[in-house]
């Protein structure tokens, strides 16, 4: 039967309770501030992304008065697909475009990390929890080997 490996940050060891009582704030304090430092940089990429799209609207806009005043002096009728299309395939627009997805992925590995950071302060509260109820029982001599 295969067993399941634990993380060494939610291990503890019951012959030194002692040791792992004074340790766990520490673990504990070190992931809250990494989920903080985590949730700032989420928050700084959505304002990023919300930045770069507001960019690409201003682009998009422009790009497309350029276009139609471009062949509004020329003899040929532009149709509104005929403009967007040139407008898609100028490269400042591309360049946003990819930005914009660069972001996009960024954000979502973020929410993935945060996701994962929450899911190790669950695990270590968890842990705190068994600490106390093991020191409980180490106090009342649960794990006595006297045979009296």
Same mark, same amino acid.
């Given at each position: 039967?295969?067993?399941?490996?634990?993380?060494?940050?939610?291990?503890?060891?019951?012959? !030194?309770?002692? #040791?792992?009582?004074?340790?766990?704030?520490?673990?504990?304090?070190?992931?809250? &501030?990494?989920?903080?430092?985590?949730?700032?940089?989420? #928050?700084?990429?959505?304002?990023?992304?919300?930045?770069?799209?507001?960019?690409?609207?201003?682009?998009?806009? #422009?790009?497309?008065?350029?276009?139609?005043?471009?062949?509004?002096?020329? &003899?040929?009728?532009?149709?509104? !697909?005929?403009?967007?299309?040139?407008?898609?395939?100028?490269?400042?627009?591309?360049?946003? #475009?990819?930005?914009?997805?660069?972001? &996009?992925?960024?954000?979502?590995?973020?929410?993935?990390?945060?996701?994962?950071?929450?899911?190790?302060?669950?695990?270590?509260?968890?842990?705190?929890?068994?600490?106390?109820?093991?020191? !409980?029982?180490?106090?009342?001599?649960?794990?006595?080997?006297?045979?009296?």
């Amino acid at each position: 039967m295969n067993s399941i490996e634990t993380p060494k940050s939610i291990h503890i060891d019951r012959m !030194a309770l002692d #040791q792992e009582l004074c340790r766990h704030p520490g673990e504990l304090l070190k992931i809250s &501030e990494e989920r903080t430092r985590l949730d700032n940089h989420l #928050q700084n990429l959505k304002q990023s992304l919300i930045e770069t799209k507001r960019k690409h609207e201003f682009l998009q806009a #422009q790009l497309q008065l350029e276009y139609r005043t471009t062949f509004n002096t020329s &003899e040929r009728k532009m149709t509104e !697909a005929t403009i967007q299309s040139y407008v898609i395939s100028d490269p400042r627009y591309q360049d946003l #475009q990819s930005e914009c997805a660069r972001l &996009e992925w960024e954000i979502l590995a973020a929410h993935t990390r945060v996701s994962e950071t929450d899911n190790e302060l669950n695990a270590l509260k968890i842990k705190g929890h068994m600490l106390r109820d093991l020191t !409980a029982l180490y106090t009342a001599n649960y794990f006595s080997t006297d045979a009296r």
